[in-house]
């Protein structure tokens, strides 16, 4: 049976129960991080048993996971024909500039950036492609995307637009579209040549990113190889310029712990001057503390309230976070009327009850 999943799979059958045992769960774990499609590369570098070898054809696959290339093709094209600048990010962008293939690269959607003041006209551009709004209003930080799905030539499409690169308050203020738009790469997808965030700049997205809106649980490995990639096609120049430029920024702290755990894990060959540097300049920048916030939701809250230009922004969150917008509760419960309001607000408190307990245990 475990033959018929993959080639490299018949390994386990010439295996002891407990080397089948070990085996199942290393491809297991690899599983978890999403590392599976990338095991080329992991192979290539002793990362991976041997046993394990076999699977690298994993990565063989004309793309994993995510839109196919084809679609994405569609939908940037018909955004530049409507005089739009697009800009590639995250999964997308990386499995078609420092992966082997973009079949490593294991993804659900593709994220696309554009200037804010042409948010609406790419969400008419989407609508006219036959993708519809797929996720709720945001209620806790800045709205800076949203999502669209539908079919394209019979491929199913997942779009993340983004209007900002980051919906976070800590870190929205420290990247201009136009600033990004003149470091852009150009890229190549499907045939058709556009343009994605620079090296440097998709380096500190990585690590910004990483930190920004997950809890350690589901900051999947995958992540910090991104990063681990980033830094190794990286030049010199592309390498100090990424170090001045997080001190700059403020971010030193988070893009030092970032490259750390990447150096760590995959063996990246970051040099211990630099790390120092990083953690050296951070220790005074107060964005450092988000490396720090897991499991504590109260200092969550006040790095996001810090973030925030003003009083009058930092009440509305708040209010946000204790009486959320209506549209907001009857996107999140679209089963419910809105004449239950006020239930829908009590069943909010009691799943963020439970989800505080279920992260303690």
């Not at 475990?2 to 774990?29: C, D, F, K, V, Y």
């Not at 995250?90 to 500039?97: M, P, Y």
Request: hydrophobic share 45%; proline share 6%.
């Amino acid at each position: 049976m475990l033959m018929g999943l993959n080639p490299g799979l018949g390994a386990l059958n010439a295996a002891t129960p407990s080397q089948a045992a070990r085996l199942i769960g290393e491809l297991t774990q690899l599983a978890g991080d999403r590392l599976l499609p990338a095991l080329p590369i992991l192979e290539r570098r002793g990362l991976v048993p041997p046993e394990l070898a076999d699977l690298a054809a994993w990565g063989g696959a004309e793309h994993q996971g995510g839109n196919h290339p084809a679609a994405d093709r569609v939908v940037i094209e018909a955004l530049e024909r409507a005089g739009l600048r697009v800009l590639v990010l995250k999964g997308t962008l990386l499995a078609h500039t420092v992966y082997d293939t973009q079949a490593q690269r294991l993804r659900s959607d593709t994220d696309l950036l554009v200037a804010p003041h042409q948010r609406q006209a790419a969400q008419a551009v989407l609508e006219r492609l036959g993708l519809t709004p797929n996720r709720a209003p945001m209620v806790l930080t800045m709205e800076a995307q949203d999502g669209w799905q539908g079919s394209i030539h019979r491929h199913p499409v997942l779009i993340d637009l983004h209007w900002h690169l980051f919906s976070h308050p800590a870190f929205a203020p420290l990247f201009s579209f136009e600033a990004l738009w003149r470091r852009r790469q150009a890229i190549t997808i499907a045939g058709h040549h556009t343009f994605g965030l620079g090296p440097v700049d998709a380096l500190l997205h990585s690590a910004l990113h990483y930190f920004a809106h997950h809890d350690e649980g589901d900051r999947p490995a995958q992540w910090l190889l991104d990063g681990d990639l980033l830094w190794q096609r990286m030049n010199a120049a592309d390498r100090r310029s990424a170090v001045a430029r997080a001190i700059d920024l403020e971010v030193a702290g988070v893009v030092g712990a970032f490259l750390e755990r990447a150096n760590t894990r995959f063996h990246t060959g970051i040099p211990p001057a630099v790390l120092a540097e990083l953690h050296q300049a951070g220790q005074d920048q107060w964005r450092s503390a988000i490396t720090r916030i897991d499991g504590r939701p109260l200092a969550a809250q006040i790095l996001i309230l810090r973030g925030m230009q003003g009083w009058r922004a930092r009440l509305r969150y708040l209010r946000g976070q204790i009486v959320p917008s209506r549209r907001y509760m009857l996107s999140k419960y679209p089963d419910a009327s809105s004449w239950g309001l006020p239930w829908l607000y009590i069943r909010r408190g009691v799943e963020g009850w439970r989800e505080r307990v279920r992260r303690q245990r």
